[in-house]
């Protein structure tokens, strides 16, 4: 099994972001409602990355099962409702921080990374790529998945334990579930 501890992650440019995290958790008093909500949306945000990396076969074929047939990034999306979670669990100051990540995230890192992962995905996969993103939202999901006809309906893959693991999302769950246990720590203690 990988390491689930990615260190590109452990990086010293996250540090301000994981102490502000931490004291949040320890020191601020969320109300209750706020509290819940978020836990249920970060719970919704690792649920939706776990669909979305045990379909995920990097650099092997176009994935187009599981969330991928209904939005192009489960993961981004994912991360975007774990992060919205914890604001919540933090209250006002993390909803102000939510704010400024979501300006930043919007401007700035998605459309970059959208115009480089698509680039490179149209480079491998060509048309089927192309006609996939054209029917696919990046990062809203359809309730029902378009019909994925011809070339771009590729291989229906079912979950895999196994393509969750490689795709390192046990760090992730590590990670958030440390976050989970300082609130209920704290929520316990309050």
């Known amino acids: 099994m990988r390491n689930p501890v990615r260190l590109k992650n452990l ?3 996250f540090l301000p972001v994981l102490l502000a995290a931490v004291l949040g958790l320890v020191w601020l008093q969320p109300l209750p409602v706020a509290r819940d909500l978020g836990l249920v949306l970060i719970a919704a945000g690792l649920l939706l990355r776990a669909w979305g990396a045990g379909h995920l076969v990097k650099r092997e074929q176009l994935t187009v099962s599981g969330p991928y047939a209904h939005l192009r990034h ?5 991360t975007l409702w774990i992060c919205t979670g914890f604001a ?3 209250g006002v100051p993390g909803l102000g921080l939510l704010a400024a990540t979501l300006v930043w995230f919007f401007a700035s890192y998605f459309p970059h ?3 480089v992962e698509s680039d490179r995905l149209e480079e491998i996969y060509g048309g089927a790529y192309a006609s996939y993103r054209a029917r696919i939202r990046p990062l809203w999901p ?3 998945a378009p019909s994925l006809a011809g070339d771009m309906a590729g291989e229906r893959l079912r979950w895999s334990a196994a393509r969750y693991a490689d795709n390192n999302e046990l760090g992730t769950l590590l ?3 440390s976050g989970i246990a300082l609130v209920l720590l704290r929520a316990a203690n309050g």
């Open 113 to 115: 990374k959208e115009r």
């Open 175 to 177: 990670g958030v579930a």
């Open 142 to 144: 359809a309730l029902r």
């Open 88 to 90: 919540l669990v933090l």
């Open 11 to 13: 990086k010293l440019r």
């Open 74 to 78: 489960p993961l981004y999306a994912g």
